[in-house]
Structure formats: structure tokens, C-alpha cells
């Protein structure tokens, strides 16, 4: 007797055995290493820090306001000043700034707040640094600004550097007047101030000869020397000033001595004028005085230029040439 065969329902489902997923290598040393004790701890207290840290300021006492931190503004150290400057700078420097009496050495911006204060005050032309030094105390070091000449003006006499800068004269005395050259025939007025420059070309070409005559301010050397009063600054044409701004071509300086001699100095140092240079004029006023002792000799006084290349023009009731 034949046995008959089961047959399977042509829908039923047919059995899937489904493959265990093995993980890589990397990814069980990745686990392990970050499910280690130490591991765990560590992340714990950086998620932790994160938490506190906009707190930690508030935890912490303000050391600002620890007595060793305070520091008294009239200590602060500058390095030495020329002769020039008055004892009182740090003091009028501390009056005229919003800076407190005492301060601590934490506070923000320290450093470029007392910069800020030494650079408003005139006799200061430059502040290189101010720092914290370790003792602790604030010190900075500056360039001062140095006078050579006084600007002599129908309202007074008035300090200047080299620059043309207006430096204070309530820190002048009298006889510091006889310690600078003057220069003459100035028809401007100072209008902008003590520790700004003069706006006026004349002048500060007036200020660059003066320190050329008188040079690390030794007045024994050429104005002394040559017997120089002082130095007469041109007359400016005011149509002139009109139709362009006056430049250092178009002045012509000339040299007032103690016996009434005019030296014609020319063009001031800078101009571009084709004329002897400083060096070069220098030489002639010595060659003169080296022969004939003064100016005014020797039969003077003269009207003496030296603007020349290979001759002294001298003028007095003829006109006579000195080579």
C-alpha cells in the first residue's frame, strides 16, 4: 500500500534563522575604556566642573580688596626726567586724571589707565610702558619732552621742543630764559594749548634750528660762542599765506648777535632748498670768528651771509666779500 506524502500549504512561512551580530574590535576596546571606574570618575567630575564654573567667582573671596593687593597711587615709580621736568609731575598727573588715591594692582585695565594719564600731561611725549613689578608696585617708563627755545611773541615768551610743542611756562623761571635761544619776529599766538603743537610752520622751524645751534642743549658750543642773541624769523607776506601754505623754501632765518651783526642763515634745517647744509654753515661762522675773533670785527657790524658755497658775503657802508 503506497504512503502518501504530506504536502505543504504552498503559503506557509518559511523558517529564518537570524545571525547574531558579533561587535568589532574597536568598538569593544571603545566600551571598555570608557566604561572603566577611573574613566567614569573622571567624566563625572568634568561635567561636574561645568556645572560649577559660572558659580566658582562667587564661591571665591575678592582678593581685590586684600590689603596686600592695594597699592597707593603716589608711589608709582618713573624712570629719571631731565632737568627740565618739575618735581611735581606724578602729583599733577594723579590731580588731573580720574584715577584714585589708592587702587588695587588686580583691577582690570590698570596698566593702560595710568598710560592714558601720563600721555594728557604735557611734559610727557611718549609712554614706552607701564607694568606690575614683582614687589609689588606699578612703574612706567616715559619719554619726556625736552624745551630748546623760547618763542618770544607780543603777549610773552613761551617754551617749546623740538617739535614746536608748547610746554607749560608757569614751570619756567626768569633766568631760565637765558638758559635757551629766543626766536624773534614770531606774529602768531599760541592757541592750542600747553602740550600741543603751535600752528604755526614758522615757529617750528624756529624750534629745529634753535636745537641744531645748541646741540644736547649746550650753549657754549655755537651760540655762546659766535656771540648769537637770538634768531630772527622771517616776515611772512600774508598774501602769500593766502594763495598756498607757507613751507620751510620759502623761509629765510637770520642770526641776531650781541653786537648788532645780522648773520643771513637761509632756509631752516629740513627745506629742500639747494643751500649749505647746517654742517656746512656752521663751518663758515667758524672760519669767520676763527680769523677775526667776533662778528662785529673789524669794522662792524655786518650784514654776514653764509648762504654761500665758496664765499661770506659781508655788507656794511660798501659791500665787501670774504672768501
Known amino acids: 500500500m503506497a504512503t502518501a506524502k504530506s504536502k505543504q500549504p504552498k503559503n506557509s512561512a518559511k523558517s529564518v534563522t537570524l545571525k547574531k551580530r558579533v561587535p568589532s574590535k574597536f568598538a569593544l576596546a571603545v566600551r571598555r575604556f570608557f566604561f572603566k571606574p577611573a574613566t567614569l570618575i ?139 635761544p629766543r626766536v624773534k619776529n614770531i606774529r602768531s599766538q599760541p592757541t592750542a594749548g600747553v602740550g600741543n603743537p603751535w600752528n604755526d610752520e614758522v615757529v617750528k622751524a624756529g624750534a629745529v634750528l634753535a636745537a641744531r645751534l645748541t646741540p644736547n642743549q649746550n650753549m657754549d658750543r655755537y651760540w655762546n660762542r659766535y656771540q648769537i642773541k637770538s634768531i630772527v624769523a622771517p616776515t611772512i607776506d600774508e598774501t602769500q599765506l593766502a594763495s598756498k601754505p607757507i613751507t620751510r623754501d620759502d623761509m629765510t632765518f637770520e642770526l641776531a648777535t650781541t653786537g648788532g651783526s645780522r648773520i643771513v642763515w637761509g632756509k631752516p634745517p629740513g627745506a629742500d632748498d639747494l643751500e649749505p647744509t647746517v654742517e656746512q654753515k656752521i663751518g663758515r661762522l667758524e672760519q669767520y670768528v676763527s680769523r677775526f675773533g667776533s662778528f662785529d670785527a673789524p669794522s662792524g657790524p655786518y650784514r654776514i651771509d653764509i648762504r654761500q658755497f665758496d664765499s661770506i658775503g659781508l655788507e656794511t657802508l660798501g659791500e665787501q666779500v670774504y672768501r
Open 42 to 180: 573622571v567624566s563625572a567630575f568634568l561635567v561636574s566642573m561645568a556645572v560649577m564654573i559660572p558659580y566658582i567667582p562667587h564661591l571665591l573671596p575678592d582678593l581685590s580688596q586684600q590689603p596686600e593687593y592695594q597699592f597707593p597711587m603716589d608711589q608709582i615709580q618713573v624712570n629719571t626726567p631731565n632737568d627740565w621736568i618739575p618735581a611735581s609731575l606724578l602729583s599733577d598727573v594723579l590731580k588731573q586724571s580720574e584715577l584714585p588715591a589708592s587702587v588695587s594692582l588686580l583691577q582690570p585695565d590698570l596698566c593702560r589707565k595710568v598710560a592714558m594719564a601720563f600721555e594728557a600731561h604735557p611734559w610727557v611725549k611718549k609712554v614706552e610702558s607701564v607694568r606690575i613689578t614683582g614687589e609689588p608696585a606699578l612703574r612706567a617708563v616715559l619719554e619726556y619732552r625736552t624745551p630748546v627755545a623760547f618763542i618770544e611773541t607780543t603777549s610773552g615768551l613761551y617754551p617749546v621742543d623740538v617739535e614746536g610743542v608748547i610746554l607749560p611756562p608757569v614751570d619756567f623761571a626768569m633766568s631760565d630764559t637765558q638758559r635757551l
